[in-house]
């Protein structure tokens, strides 16, 4: 019989390039690529440490002068909705989910497209043509689901989220909705589904992306309780957000070599030294 060892990931950074959260700032990305039998091992553990993932690749900020991008996630345990969420919850009773395989399809690619052209005309995916989407949601090596909404009465498709499931929880990579709805509060809705979603699996988590202190773009994910960040190679309970202002600072960062180093591998993979740019 014949052994391999599991690949060992190789952590690269990309160019600097203008930070979408903050103005003036430039934005840097560690990365590494997810393949190989370990995919899954690798994107639960890596998910802990504040990666998030993109098609193929996990990322992390890693920019030079600024640490401000803090990775977010509910602690489905001890979250409770506020009366203004229970609102929102009433107001999208109508939506039914219903979880698919990762097969993209054109009702999803339209709404997607409305999505961005009323919200994001500007943004880095504002030219992702159906290809390129198809590619977003079907190009994965781990377990994630496409999460639709729909409309019970007339049976159109209302909002979507690429979901990944996780060994601890959910994380939501990607959410879209048809713009007509903005009043409801769609984007508020899916995390409150999905944190439904986790005590219906019995998982702790659902897992948000990044919160970024002083940008109006992140502001509504303080508004959950039982809001953790990962701060300094640990998680913690959300703090206000001024406590967290002076993470803009350049001292704030440390050199893409240590934070390599910090970084904890799944059982039995091996480390590739350093990072390449």
């Given at each position: 019989?014949?052994?391999?060892?599991?690949?060992?990931?190789?952590?690269?950074?990309?160019?600097?390039?203008?930070?979408?959260?903050?103005?003036?700032?430039?934005?840097?990305?560690?990365?590494?690529?997810?393949q190989g039998d370990e995919a899954q091992q690798l994107n639960d553990?890596?998910?802990?440490?504040?990666?998030?993932?993109?098609?193929?690749?996990?990322?992390?900020?890693?920019?030079?002068?600024?640490?401000?991008?803090?990775?977010?996630?509910?602690?489905?345990?001890?979250?409770?909705?506020?009366?203004?969420?229970?609102?929102?919850?009433?107001?999208?009773?109508?939506?039914?989910?219903?979880?698919?395989?990762?097969?993209?399809?054109?009702d999803q690619y339209d709404l997607f497209r409305d999505y961005l052209?009323?919200?994001?005309?500007?943004?880095?995916?504002?030219?992702?043509?159906?290809?390129?989407?198809?590619?977003?949601?079907?190009?994965?090596?781990?377990?994630?689901?496409?999460?639709?909404?729909?409309d019970r009465d007339s049976g159109a498709l209302m909002a979507s989220?690429?979901?990944?499931?996780?060994?601890?929880?959910?994380?939501?990579?990607?959410?879209?909705?048809?713009?007509?709805?903005?009043?409801?509060?769609?984007?508020?809705?899916?995390?409150?589904?999905?944190?439904?979603?986790?005590?219906?699996?019995?998982?702790?988590?659902?897992?948000?992306?990044?919160?970024?202190?002083?940008?109006?773009?992140?502001?509504?994910?303080?508004?959950?309780?039982?809001?953790?960040?990962?701060?300094?190679?640990?998680?913690?309970?959300?703090?206000?957000?001024?406590?967290?202002?002076?993470?803009?600072?350049?001292?704030?960062?440390?050199?893409?070599?240590?934070?390599?180093?910090?970084?904890?591998?799944?059982?039995?993979?091996?480390?590739?030294?350093?990072?390449?740019?």
């Open positions: 019989m014949r052994h391999t060892l599991p690949l060992a990931p190789q952590f690269y950074v990309t160019a600097p390039q203008p930070c979408p959260y903050l103005p003036g700032r430039m934005e840097r990305k560690l990365f590494t690529a997810l553990s890596l998910s802990k440490q504040g990666f998030r993932r993109s098609q193929n690749v996990l990322y992390r900020p890693a920019c030079a002068d600024c640490a401000a991008c803090l990775s977010a996630r509910i602690d489905v345990s001890r979250f409770s909705p506020t009366k203004s969420q229970k609102r929102v919850q009433r107001r999208n009773e109508h939506l039914e989910r219903r979880a698919t395989s990762p097969w993209a399809t054109e052209d009323a919200r994001h005309a500007s943004g880095g995916m504002a030219d992702m043509d159906a290809f390129e989407f198809a590619a977003m949601v079907e190009e994965t090596p781990v377990r994630t689901r496409v999460v639709e909404y729909i989220c690429l979901t990944d499931i996780l060994d601890d929880g959910v994380s939501m990579v990607y959410s879209f909705f048809n713009p007509s709805i903005a009043r409801q509060s769609p984007g508020t809705y899916l995390i409150l589904d999905h944190i439904q979603m986790c005590r219906d699996l019995g998982l702790p988590y659902v897992y948000l992306g990044y919160w970024v202190p002083g940008s109006p773009k992140m502001g509504y994910k303080a508004g959950f309780s039982g809001i953790e960040l990962y701060v300094g190679g640990q998680w913690e309970d959300m703090r206000p957000s001024e406590d967290y202002e002076d993470r803009a600072h350049p001292l704030h960062s440390d050199p893409i070599a240590e934070q390599v180093a910090d970084i904890v591998l799944p059982d039995g993979m091996a480390r590739h030294s350093g990072a390449t740019r």
